[in-house]
């Protein structure tokens, strides 16, 4: 897991894989958004709405995802000390946060004419709105001290705090009444599906992550090179001085 914590074979590394991870990307929201629109029927209860669904499944499945992500990363930098593994987390935070918005408000606006309501405080609901908050609780950490080994530290906690919340994410709909509806996907009898419909929502799913891994190989890319100007700076200035 070392071997790739220095920051120039990170770098090199990252350069290798992105030129790959971006064509992929782009293949896989093509042909996602061209089943989605275009080949998938529309839902005989739902009409049309139902290309919403494209959209916020893969959100809320990608908010979830990151988020595990990001409790990963922290803890394996608070045990091992490896030094990327802040910068992975507070790199994927954003992106998970922007996710977890979309799918809030994806769901709202599904929710409407389906149920009759933009929103209630069910459990499912509720727990992805937690979640959001957690995500922003952990950019804010991030910002509020300088220091980026203690505010690493800190945020690392409040993520692995929360984790707790991914299990009330996904077995809320069992634990207590609410308007979503069971697991039609990850079923342990099969998806509850037509393959018309199941076919890109899978492909989209896959495509929400691998945006999330150009985008946080990007960002922590990016983290690394002004760290590098921000050391070379103050080198700098104490050769003035």
Not at 1 to 26: Q, Y
Not at 47 to 71: K, N, Q, T
Not at 107 to 113: A, E, F, V
Not at 155 to 179: D, M, R
């Amino acid at each position: 897991m070392h071997k790739f914590a220095n920051p120039a074979k990170f770098n090199r590394l990252a350069d290798i894989i992105l030129p790959w991870i971006i064509g992929l990307t782009v293949l896989a929201f093509a042909s996602g958004l061209y089943y989605a629109l275009w080949d998938s029927p529309a839902d005989y209860q739902q009409g049309e709405s139902v290309r919403m669904m494209y959209v916020h499944v893969p959100a809320a499945w990608s908010s979830m995802f990151i988020y595990l992500f990001i409790a990963v990363a922290s803890f394996v930098a608070l045990i091992w000390r490896h030094p990327l593994a802040l910068l992975a987390g507070k790199a994927a935070a954003p992106i998970g946060a922007t996710f977890t918005a979309l799918a809030l408000i994806t769901g709202s606006l599904w929710g409407k004419p389906m149920w009759g309501t933009y929103w209630q405080w069910d459990g499912r609901m509720t727990s992805v709105l937690v979640m959001f908050f957690l995500y922003l609780g952990y950019i804010a950490l991030w910002e509020a001290m300088e220091d980026d080994e203690k505010a690493g530290r800190a945020a690392s906690i409040l993520a692995l705090v929360g984790v707790v919340n991914l299990p009330i994410i996904k077995f809320s709909v069992e634990w207590w009444n609410t308007l979503h509806q069971s697991a039609s996907v990850m079923r342990m009898d099969g998806p509850a599906m037509p393959t018309e419909m199941l076919k890109p929502l899978l492909i989209l799913g896959i495509a929400y992550q691998l945006y999330f891994a150009v985008v946080v190989l990007w960002r922590m890319k990016l983290e690394i090179n002004q760290r590098k100007i921000d050391v070379m700076r103050r080198i700098a200035m104490s050769d003035e001085g």
